[in-house]
């Protein structure tokens, strides 16, 4: 197979593209669901592919488990320089493996931490707490969703922009934003190209939640005027940005979209159009990608199917 | 939220002061540590009331004045003033909160505080700037 092995390792680097065009031309609920199974059927070709790699690296090294058959010549020719990859495989996989396993852990831990700091508040679906520190986000927990609001956000909007705050928090809870967003975090952890499709995934449901909220209240400006005014409230709370950025970061770019029209909810641009053929083009490349990643892992399992001694 | 009985074994933190500070204020005036364990039902040592009504009082959940050989507790907050310190203890302790919270708004770089301006001030349709 030569270095085709290894495709799937790569081969996220060909999704940002996609990304990029998915987040500004697709409606976002399309571009959420298209980025997280692209997102999640690479990361696990690649971590699939980086198991095999490690197998067939280490099979003939002394001492260890594996079937022996896995040790024979053939085998080991499906992957070039595999004692040198077989053994780089091993701390690749444990990384992901430990940075997939702290991901999980650290959300379990937020959520629940957050559940019990609400312990002893009436089991409304919103909970707004007395503090001077503007922030509102949406506690997933199952039948527990709660909305978390502090007084010092609600007393900087209007009523109309309040609805859209919480019809905004409240469409996250209903569309499980949440699963969509640790899918990415886990796949940008097995494949660290994968990086761009969890900020824009991020993008995409914040999005999706803004156009939610706008049908819900039904005034695009409405939502808009309570993202800039939250924003410009909360800007003196210290968030972790990147700054110097010449892009516009995501509020205002939101905001522009909800002053703007409405996203068609066309699945996808015509071809005749030069954002429709790049979003084409994109998206045949992303699929190829993937279908060779898939192709490389399920070719590496049945060649140690058939090398395993029954 | 009725659950806390089932799990009494392991109660947390959380549950423990919120138990406590509904209790003092259930009371008419400030009340002793030992009417507050009285009124939990017993459920609590007597030195455990204490170190909840203590971490409250670091929280500023209560106050306390001295009343002969102990101390008289009041409590100076309730249950949404606990529960939005707690909360942004979590949040504090959280460096990447975004990665697991989807918060309402995420920070503002250096440009977009004024672009943010000239989006919501102008006509809302002059699309993107």
């Known amino acids: 197979m030569g270095v085709f092995v290894f495709l799937p390792l790569v081969l996220p680097l060909t999704a940002w593209p996609i990304a990029r065009l998915a987040e500004q031309h697709l409606h976002p609920r399309t571009a959420t669901r298209l980025l997280t199974a692209v997102a999640a059927v690479m990361a696990l070709c690649s971590t699939v592919c980086l198991g095999l790699v490690m197998v067939v690296g280490t099979a003939q090294l002394p001492g260890n488990p594996l079937p022996d058959g896995w040790s024979d010549p053939e085998v080991r020719a499906a992957v070039p320089f595999d004692e040198v990859v077989g053994k780089a495989a091993i701390p690749a996989l444990c990384a992901v493996v430990a940075a997939c396993g702290r991901t999980l852990w650290r959300h379990g831990r937020v959520r629940r931490r957050a559940h019990r700091a609400l312990a002893g508040l009436p089991a409304t679906g919103v909970a707004v707490l007395p503090d001077e520190v503007p922030y509102a986000y949406a506690l997933p927990g199952g039948r527990r969703d709660r909305v978390v609001v502090t007084t010092a956000l609600l007393e900087g909007l209007e009523p109309a922009e309040r609805r859209a705050l919480f019809a905004h928090e409240r469409a996250h809870l209903t569309a499980r934003h949440h699963r969509f967003l640790l899918t990415v975090q886990l796949a940008a952890r097995a494949n660290p190209f994968l990086r761009p499709l969890r900020t824009a995934v991020s993008y995409t449901t914040e999005r999706w939640a803004d156009e939610e909220a706008a049908r819900a209240v039904g005034s695009r400006r409405a939502v808009a005027c309570a993202i800039g005014k939250a924003a410009l409230v909360s800007r003196g709370t210290p968030v972790a940005t990147l700054a110097g950025f010449a892009a516009p970061g995501p509020v205002p770019r939101r905001v522009a979209a909800l002053l703007g029209p409405a996203p068609s909810a066309r699945r996808w641009p015509s071809l005749f159009t030069s954002v429709g053929l790049a979003a084409w083009c994109a998206a045949a490349g992303t699929a190829v990608s993937a279908m060779s990643s898939a192709n490389s892992a399920v070719t590496m399992v049945l060649i140690l199917r058939a090398a395993t001694p029954l | ?129």
């Open chain 2, 1 to 129: 939220m009725t659950d806390h009985r089932q799990r009494s074994g392991r109660r947390g933190q959380g549950e423990l002061e919120g138990l406590v500070l509904s209790a003092l204020r259930e009371a008419d005036g400030p009340a002793t540590a030992g009417w507050v364990q009285e009124r939990l039902g017993g459920d609590l040592a007597y030195t455990t009331v204490i170190t909840i009504l203590t971490r409250l009082l670091a929280k500023g959940a209560v106050t306390r004045e001295r009343a002969g050989r102990s101390f008289a507790w009041t409590s100076a907050s309730d249950q949404a003033g606990l529960a939005a310190h707690r909360m942004r203890k979590v949040l504090d302790g959280e460096s990447d909160r975004e990665a697991v919270l989807a918060s309402f708004v995420t920070g503002l770089g250096p440009d977009d505080e004024r672009l943010l301006r000239e989006l919501l001030d102008g006509s809302g349709s002059e699309g993107e700037a």
